[in-house]
Nanobody, 121 residues
Framework: QVQLVESGGGLVQPGGSLRLSCAAS????????MGWYRQAPGKQRELVAI???????NYADSVKGRFAISRDNAKNTVYLQMNSLKPEDTAVYYC???????????????WGQGTQVTVSS
């Protein structure tokens, strides 16, 4: 299994910045991609940003130019730098890892427990 532990959420004023971190641990063969999703009250969970092992990244249109995802593969850690935060960024942010637990096993999704980000004055 893959355990994901997130940190860095909190309350910030509009225009402010936060940095989320997520560290993966446990027994697994590989991590193919890591990313961040978010879920606001009454809304579906949506992709925020994802980073693959090949170095490709993908962002939701709503965060392009404001958020940046990065990875430290040696530490199995993914970061999300969030700048110019807006009230509509308020949500629970979930870390996601796409991992193979053993050689040849299918890729499975693993999730963190979520961290609250609130943007409010």
């Amino acid at each position: 299994q893959v355990q994901l532990v997130e940190s860095g959420g909190g309350l910030v004023q509009p225009g402010g910045s936060l940095r989320l971190s997520c560290a993966a641990s446990g027994r697994f063969f590989s991590i193919n991609a890591m990313g961040w999703y978010r879920q606001a009250p009454g809304k579906q969970r949506e992709l925020v940003a994802i980073s693959t092992n090949s170095g490709n990244t993908n962002y939701a249109d709503s965060v392009k130019g404001r958020f940046a995802i990065s990875r430290d593969n040696a530490k199995n850690t993914v970061y999300l730098q969030m700048n110019s935060l807006k009230p509509e960024d308020t949500a629970v942010y979930y870390c996601n890892a796409q991992s193979r637990l053993t050689f040849g096993s299918p890729v499975a999704d693993f999730w963190g427990q979520g961290t609250q980000v609130t943007v409010s004055s």
